[in-house]
Nanobody, 121 residues
Framework: QVQLVESGGALVQPGGSLRLSCAAS????????MGWYRQAPGKERELVAR???????NYAESVKGRFTISRDNAKNTVYLQMNSLKPEDTAVYYC???????????????WGQGTQVTVSL
C-alpha cells in the first residue's frame, strides 16, 4: 500500500507564511511527478504547483512568485513554501503523487487526506 500524509496547515494572518509537507510511504518503487492542489468551499479542486522527478516546476498564475514547491527524493517528500498569503489562498490543500508501487508495473496517482490552510485576521 502507498500512503501520502500532509502536515503544516494552520490559521495564519494575511501576509504570513506557511510550509506544507507531504510524505509518501509504503511499497514505493518510483515516484514521478508530485504536486499540490487546493479546494476552496464551493469551488473545484485546482492545481497549485507540480514538480517532476528531476525538479522541473510549474505553478498556477495566482501563486507565482509567492509559493515554492520542492521535493526530497530520498525522503519521498514534497514541500510547499507559501509566502505573502492572502485570504483567497484559504482552502484544503491536497498532496498528489504519481507512484509506481513495487507490486505493479504501472504508476497511478495517489492523494493525501488534505490539510486546512486558513488565511484570516
Amino acid at each position: 500500500q502507498v500512503q501520502l500524509v500532509e502536515s503544516g496547515g494552520a490559521l495564519v494572518q494575511p501576509g504570513g507564511s506557511l510550509r506544507l509537507s507531504c510524505a509518501a510511504s509504503g511499497r514505493i518503487y518510483r515516484i514521478a511527478g508530485m504536486g499540490w492542489y487546493r479546494q476552496a468551499p464551493g469551488k473545484e479542486r485546482e492545481l497549485v504547483a507540480r514538480i517532476t522527478s528531476n525538479g522541473s516546476t510549474n505553478y498556477a498564475e495566482s501563486v507565482k512568485g509567492r509559493f515554492t514547491i520542492s521535493r526530497d527524493n530520498a525522503k519521498n517528500t514534497v514541500y510547499l513554501q507559501m509566502n505573502s498569503l492572502k485570504p483567497e489562498d484559504t482552502a484544503v490543500y491536497y498532496c498528489n503523487a504519481d507512484v509506481q508501487p513495487y507490486y505493479s508495473t504501472n504508476q497511478r496517482p495517489y492523494w493525501g487526506q488534505g490539510t486546512q490552510v486558513t488565511v484570516s485576521l
